[in-house]
């Protein structure tokens, strides 16, 4: 069965598409069918170029002023239900962010319709179905859709590359549903960002991150100096030390936190719990530094050194420094 | 204030689960089972909202007979009342259909704040607060990192990819929190004796007028399950005074120095 419309759920960010948006359009242009975007910002207007250059032919746009001040979940779930009844999408592809999940999950209930959440992969050969890992990325496993349309499937970001097709700037076109007055009664007052210097975690070519086994907050210190020693390198936290207070939640790898895909990971004092592997088990290469031999994180490194980190770090900090001369 | 907590038992975080390669169902036999841990922080929140400004925290679940067990460990940490639903044809429920019997089992109580983890620690669907706040009809305030309430309005700092939005919003909501957003409190002896005494409603889906609803009319089914590739085994050093050189050695191979 070919697939009829797919649609991409875009969240955009001063005026540009975040990442996922652009990964999964990348993604449905390989199902077949039409591909459209959906939007909800003021600028969307300004995300069509980069939509189109990567496959959207249409952007459904809802550019109501209030899209910046309510919670994205109930009005763009009521939208999209408009939407979906005039256009009748099969297939709706959303990113494992807040947004995306909280549109996703309101979207699923309204509509009746089942809902895969966590996907790496999905095909489209006969049914629609989705790939997941479970029990610490242990099992693959594949689930089809087996009625209600349109089927809608979240998945965790960089499970696909990004890649242009070259193709023009998407048409726009208005979505007109009126944000509902008892969706204005929870509203953001106050967005407040974590002071983060140095590069992205999720565009970092090495990525540093430490756990439990640091023993405390201060010692991150130490992964801090390690990163400008190798340079365009950013530092990374297990859940537990975010969940503790030790570090903010931005940098977080994980089930809940970010996705990294590195060329280098290396994970200091890290168990190796799934909630953090599924988070970084992509990177090319691993090195794990651990006092404990049994911990999880050795199974996946390329490099395990079994050791005490803070003894081990600061050795390593003044052995690039000498290398990098 | 009345507060509602979903809690969910589930295959011990610490052990690998498996699944039944025939039925592509959880095997629940001789696995260890306990509260989700990410629901421990939910029923702290409840208890923290109504002891600062009164009311009662029920606690529901949906979940074979073993679920109880999660219900009574919220019993003894200080909920008020329990409800669990059980019914064999719940197996295999999908995330929409333990919404709809979470949601129509909440309806049935009543509530001015329904409190969840963002997701349970075993199937990381991350999608059933949302849906159960489409389903009763209020706003889903997720991902909230602190909650604050003056029993008509809510104050959440809700996390992002940035760091956090200040939140605002008005009863009846939900909330879904993170782990970390309080100290979930022991259930103290008292507790735990006192937990034996309080009601505890037992449903089925008929109950709540979910005939037909569960494993059999999910609209998803699995297909194919398997072992992920495995990374190739690596080499595991111990730390003999040289770690630090090897460590330089390979991150010099793979160029970034």
Not at chain 1, 56 to 63: D, H, Q, R, S
Not at chain 1, 101 to 110: P, S
Request: glycine share 10%.
């Amino acid at each position: 069965m070919a697939l009829g419309r797919i649609w991409v759920f875009a969240e955009v960010l001063q005026g540009k598409p975040v990442p996922v948006a652009l990964e999964l359009l990348t993604k449905a242009r390989s199902l077949g069918g039409t591909v459209e975007a959906l939007v909800f910002s003021p600028e969307a207007e300004a995300a069509a170029a980069d939509l189109g250059a990567h496959g959207a032919e249409t952007v459904y746009a809802a550019t109501d002023q209030a899209y910046v001040e309510v919670l994205l979940g109930g009005p763009a779930a009521d939208a999209i239900a408009e939407l979906v009844a005039e256009q009748q999408p099969d297939l709706i592809l959303f990113g494992m962010t807040q947004d995306g999940r909280d549109v996703a999950g309101r979207l699923a209930a309204k509509l009746g319709v089942p809902v895969i959440a966590n996907g790496l992969d999905v095909s489209a050969d006969g049914d629609v179905a989705v790939e997941t890992s479970i029990f610490g990325a242990s099992l693959n496993v594949t689930t089809k859709f087996d009625g209600g349309k349109p089927a809608i499937a979240i998945f965790r970001p960089k499970s696909f590359a990004a890649e242009p097709s070259g193709g023009a700037s998407a048409k726009v076109v208005p979505i007109t549903t009126a944000v509902a007055e008892k969706h204005r009664s929870a509203r953001v007052v106050d967005r407040v960002a974590d002071v983060a210097s140095g590069p992205k975690l999720e565009e970092a070519p090495v990525v540093i991150s430490g756990g439990r086994g640091l023993g405390d907050p201060k010692n991150f210190e130490l992964l801090e100096q390690l990163a400008q020693a190798i340079g365009n390198a950013a530092v990374g936290a297990s859940r537990a030390v975010v969940d503790a207070g030790w570090v903010p939640y931005s940098m977080q790898v994980g089930q809940t936190g970010k996705t990294v895909k590195p060329s280098v990971y290396i994970a200091c004092g890290i168990s190796g719990a799934m909630q953090h592997t599924v988070g970084m088990k992509g990177a090319k290469a691993i090195v794990a530094i651990n006092k404990d031999e049994n911990a999880p994180i050795f199974k996946l490194a390329d490099l395990g050194v079994v050791g005490d980190v803070l003894k081990i770090v600061p050795q390593l900090v003044e052995e690039v420094k000498a290398r990098k001369g | 204030m009345k507060v509602v907590v979903c809690v969910k038992q589930i295959p011990d975080p610490n052990t690998t689960g498996q699944l039944d390669p025939q039925t592509h169902l959880l095997k629940r036999d001789g696995v260890e089972v306990v509260m989700d841990p990410g629901d421990e922080f939910g029923v702290e929140a409840g208890l923290k909202l109504v002891e600062a400004q009164g009311g009662e925290v029920t606690v529901v679940s949906m979940g074979p007979e073993r679920g109880l067990d999660a219900v009574r460990k919220a019993l003894a940490m200080g909920a008020a009342k329990g409800i669990l639903i059980s019914d064999d044809a719940l197996r295999g429920s999908d995330a929409l259909t333990t919404a709809r019997v979470l949601a129509e089992a909440i309806k049935r109580e009543g509530f001015d704040l329904v409190i969840t983890a963002t997701e349970s620690t075993d199937g990381y669907t991350g999608v059933v607060p949302q849906a159960i706040a489409e389903l009763l009809d209020v706003p889903a305030v997720t991902f909230a990192k602190s909650v604050e309430c003056d029993g008509s309005t809510l104050k959440v700092q809700r996390q992002t990819e940035a760091g956090h939005d200040v939140v605002e919003a008005s009863l009846p909501a939900v909330v879904s929190v993170t782990a970390g957003v309080n100290e979930p409190r022991y259930p103290s002896l008292k507790g735990i004796m006192g937990a034996k005494s309080k009601p505890l409603d037992r449903l089925s889906p008929s109950d709540l007028g979910l005939d037909g609803q569960g494993g059999a009319s999910a609209g998803q089914s699995i297909t194919a399950v398997q072992p992920a590739p495995e990374r190739a085994a690596g080499e595991i050093v111990k730390d003999e005074g040289d770690a630090a050189k090897r460590v330089a050695d390979f991150l010099a191979s793979k160029k970034v120095i």
